[in-house]
């Protein structure tokens, strides 16, 4: 037996107890459901694997393996990692991620040679972006150790680390982070607000900490829809905080988007846009390239581990399932400070 089928022997006889044992009403029907799908899905993804893997004659020396492992770049080009804005044919999941973050800073109008405070940047390559396409100085901020030391490698190798500054941190702690009386002609954050704790406060602090008179804030967020709101059982809305404390995205950060607009509008921000996006631009998009790199994984036997396929399976489901229902709203967001600290004190 080997160890994906050890590792699915164990999902099976190990979890189903647990999940028998210590919970009960509504948590356990989900928890059992949710157990049933990640069988289901073992058993599929198992039998799949031994079908590729008898497509090889045993009687072939090579067969494809070793012209995939001999060409593979074992390190990607990029490591970008948002949802992408797929509102172009035949875009790859790249592009689709450097086209929303252009988007966004297209919308503020950045000009060359200013200053950029970004806010969850990931891998590091949005900021490279920004230096780069908009010649301008970028400062990073993410709270993921692994994802910061990765893009600081990324940065000194590229030679960028004059252009480019990375911090460690938190998006709520811009106050000890950033140099004080240092302000950015513009912020930027993009998917990353709706994990913040809060975005209330990344909001407040961002205010502050943006140029008097020309300053600006994008962010591409997601916002709730109100039909949801209003329609949503008393289940959905259970799954929805257990699936929300999952992936970290604090309860208050759901808010709609003309909600958000009003607390843009308290926070002193001016000249507030909320651009609502088409679901099927950025969940729809981003579901049919899981499935695309779902299905080159087997057909070439690249992602051969359980976990990677689960993982790409789930990610096509779910982004496809969020494509089709009217819960979850993508939303491009855009302020400006105009008037003065002083002013505003008056």
């Given at each position: 037996m080997n160890k994906a089928s050890l590792f699915f022997v164990a999902y099976i006889c190990i979890l189903l107890p647990v999940?028998?044992?210590?919970?009960?009403?509504?948590?356990?029907?989900?928890?059992?459901?949710?157990?049933?799908?990640?069988?289901?899905?073992?058993?599929?993804?198992l039998t799949n694997s031994r079908q590729q893997q008898q497509q090889q004659s045993q009687d072939e020396l090579y067969g494809i393996s070793h012209p995939i492992l001999s060409n593979l770049n074992m390190t990607p080009?990029?490591?970008?990692?948002?949802?992408?804005?797929?509102?172009?044919?035949?875009?790859?999941?790249?592009?689709?991620?450097?086209?929303?973050?252009?988007?966004?800073?297209?919308?503020l109008n950045i000009q060359p040679n200013l200053s950029i405070l970004d806010v969850g940047f990931g891998c590091g390559d949005s900021c490279i972006f920004l230096a780069e396409r908009y010649k301008s100085k970028v400062t990073g901020i993410t709270n993921e150790s692994s994802?910061?030391?990765?893009?600081?490698?990324?940065?000194?190798?590229?030679?960028?680390?004059?252009?480019?500054?990375?911090?460690?941190?938190?998006?709520?702690?811009?106050?000890?982070?950033?140099?004080?009386?240092?302000?950015?002609?513009?912020?930027?954050?993009?998917?990353?607000?709706?994990?913040?704790?809060?975005?209330?406060?990344?909001?407040?602090?961002?205010?502050?900490?943006?140029?008097?008179n020309d300053g600006t804030i994008g962010i591409y967020d997601l916002t709730i829809d109100p039909a949801f709101l209003q329609d949503a059982s008393r289940l959905h809305r259970y799954v929805f905080q257990l699936v929300s404390g999952l992936i970290q995205i604090p309860l208050q950060n759901w808010i709609t988007a003309e909600t958000y607009r009003q607390q843009m509008i308290e926070v002193g921000?001016?000249?507030?846009?909320?651009?609502?996006?088409?679901?099927?631009?950025?969940?729809?998009?981003?579901a049919r390239s899981f499935r695309q790199?779902?299905?080159?994984?087997?057909?070439?036997?690249?992602?051969?581990s359980p976990?990677?396929?689960?993982?790409?399976?789930?990610?096509?489901?779910?982004?496809?399932f969020l494509a089709t229902k009217p819960w979850l709203v993508p939303v491009i967001v855009k302020g400006c400070k105009r008037e003065r600290n002083e002013a505003k004190q008056e």
């Open positions: 999940i028998s044992i210590f919970t009960t009403g509504a948590l356990k029907s989900i928890c059992l459901y949710l157990h049933a799908l990640g069988a289901a899905c073992g058993i599929w993804l080009k990029t490591f970008w990692f948002n949802m992408g804005l797929w509102d172009k044919e035949g875009l790859s999941f790249p592009e689709a991620c450097e086209n929303l973050v252009d988007t966004v800073a297209r919308k994802q910061w030391r990765l893009a600081t490698d990324r940065i000194n190798n590229m030679n960028l680390d004059a252009q480019i500054n990375l911090l460690h941190g938190s998006a709520n702690d811009l106050d000890t982070l950033l140099a004080p009386n240092k302000p950015y002609n513009h912020i930027i954050s993009i998917d990353s607000a709706y994990h913040f704790n809060t975005r209330w406060d990344f909001l407040k602090k961002a205010y502050a900490r943006l140029k008097d921000y001016e000249q507030v846009e909320v651009e609502l996006i088409d679901r099927q631009l950025v969940f729809g998009g981003l790199q779902y299905h080159q994984a087997v057909k070439y036997g690249i992602a051969t976990s990677s396929r689960i993982y790409l399976k789930l990610s096509s489901l779910v982004f496809g």
